[in-house]
Nanobody, 125 residues
Framework: VQLQASGGGLVQAGGSLRLSCAASGGTFSSYYMGWFRQAPGKEREFVARISTSGRSTRYADSVKGRFTISRDNAKNMAYLQMNRLKSEDTAVYYC???????????????????WGQGTLVTVSS
């Protein structure tokens, strides 16, 4: 499956952005979808994950209550709604796809087989 992330940009602290991830070339509804981010000088970190049906979600503690992951299987799209953005949310955001259900290692980069190219989110304070 090929993934294309979009929707990044420059936003003031406290503002909102919605990232999109378009999937093609595979059966989108069979993949668990995740969002990761990588800030300058830091390792890529887990942000959120959603189950194949969309009924189950998981979030990093740092974004819980501010970010919402969702998907539309009919459109082959995944989304990350980001509210109350902070300067520390500045990063390149990546969407990723995983074929396997996971209990704990869903946080790990290596659990995801497919990756999009990333979209830059810059939050100004």
């Amino acid at each position: 499956v090929q993934l294309q992330a979009s929707g990044g940009g420059l936003v003031q602290a406290g503002g909102s952005l919605r990232l999109s991830c378009a999937a093609s070339g595979g059966t989108f509804s069979s993949y668990y979808m995740g969002w990761f981010r990588q800030a300058p000088g830091k390792e890529r970190e887990f942000v959120a994950r959603i189950s194949t049906s969309g009924r189950s979600t998981r979030y990093a503690d740092s974004v819980k209550g501010r970010f919402t992951i969702s998907r539309d299987n009919a459109k082959n799209m995944a989304y990350l709604q980001m509210n109350r953005l902070k300067s520390e949310d500045t990063a390149v955001y990546y969407c990723a796809a995983d074929r396997s259900p996971r209990s704990a290692d869903y946080l790990l980069n290596r659990s995801y087989e497919y990756w999009g190219q990333g979209t830059l989110v810059t939050v100004s304070s």
